[in-house]
């Protein structure tokens, strides 16, 4: 019985990644001209963002955001609405790009409850 050597090992995986990637070399070039082809995206990257910014307005508003706050929202809905518009450049950009306006989104919606916070530690100390 042979014993196996570290030599042999790598050369044994230096084959079986050789082959890996020749094998995906083949199936990406019969995919078509990579070049002239629109990136797939995944559904869920897509803005599903109301017709409306007047009707969002009022909504943000209900949940307590200030009128500035409310314009401000409007205006991160209505970048993303034009950015997603424009042709794409990467397969990547419009996840992270998405990841971005969601970032935004999020400082938005915590002001509110950052407001109610201070003035219930406010209140605390008048007593």
């Not at 935004?104 to 915590?110: D, G, N």
Request: proline share 7%; net charge negative.
């Amino acid at each position: 019985m042979d014993d196996v050597t570290r030599r042999a090992m790598l050369r044994a995986t230096g084959v079986a990644g050789v082959l890996a990637m020749v094998g995906a070399t083949t199936a990406a070039s019969g995919a078509g001209d990579p070049a002239n082809a629109e990136p797939e995206q995944e559904p869920e990257a897509k803005p599903n963002l109301p017709p409306f910014p007047e009707a969002d307005k009022k909504r943000v508003m209900t949940c307590g955001f200030t009128e500035a706050e409310a314009n401000c929202w409007n205006a991160v809905n209505e970048a993303c609405t034009q950015y997603f518009n424009l042709p794409k450049l990467h397969v990547m950009d419009d996840h992270e790009l998405a990841h971005a306006f969601h970032v935004l989104q999020y400082r938005l919606m915590m002001r509110p409850a950052y407001r109610q916070y201070q003035a219930l530690v406010a209140a605390e100390k008048k007593k």
